[in-house]
């Protein structure tokens, strides 16, 4: 049956943002007194929400953040995004060549996701078609999120497929019903997560310029 969707998560799929945000998030924690390493941030956080990394955060450092803990990060975040933020590589060739409707479900808020692709200039691919942990009750690995966007847009679970880069985000598509594509560059194997992403049932690819084949095929 081919897809009726393909679902994208935003970063790490289409914008390479983790490296930038990962690296504002480790100066940022260590002001609060927070010691983590660029490696422990990527595996720990990835995929999450900004509330279920703020509990986490909160839990390990055994108090609140500062007040404005979170506006510095953002504009940090915002000013980094803005000067170094790249598309995916292979990403726009890929969009060129996948014929399905296509939307973004993404942990990010909704400003975040819009200013990503707006930088890079993927927006217009996915106007009036971008769904966020903000809409839901629970974010990853949770499956809200993935059946609120393909009930937004009037598809069955089982027509979707969903491509992602976090373990968390492949949990909560599978937990949807919906098909995975795991996306894992050289890059990201370091995280380990090769054999996870397939136990959980999806499809595992290293380069973008695969994808249009692989949903034609799957």
Sequence with gaps: MAHALIIFDCDGVLVDSEPIVNRLLVA???????HLSFDEVDREF?????????DIIEARLGR????????RLQRASFEGLRRELR????????LERIEQPVCVASSGEQAKIRNSLELTGLLSRFEGRLFSAEQVAQGKPHPDLFLFAAESLGVLPAECAVIEDSL??????AA????????????ALARGWHGAFRDAGA????????????????
């Excluded at 598309?87 to 890929?94: L, Q, R, W």
């Design 64 to 71: 609140p953040v500062a007040g404005d803990f979170l506006d």
């Design 87 to 94: 598309p995916v590589p292979g990403i726009e060739a890929a």
């Design 28 to 34: 940022a924690l260590a002001q609060e007194g927070l």
């Design 46 to 54: 990835l995929g999450l929400s900004w509330p279920a990394t703020l």
């Design 168 to 173: 968390n985000g492949v949990h909560g598509a």
């Design 176 to 187: 949807a019903g919906m098909r995975v594509f795991a996306y894992e560059p050289p890059v």
């Design 203 to 218: 499809t595992v690819f290293q380069d973008m310029n695969e994808l249009p084949a692989l949903l034609e095929d799957a």
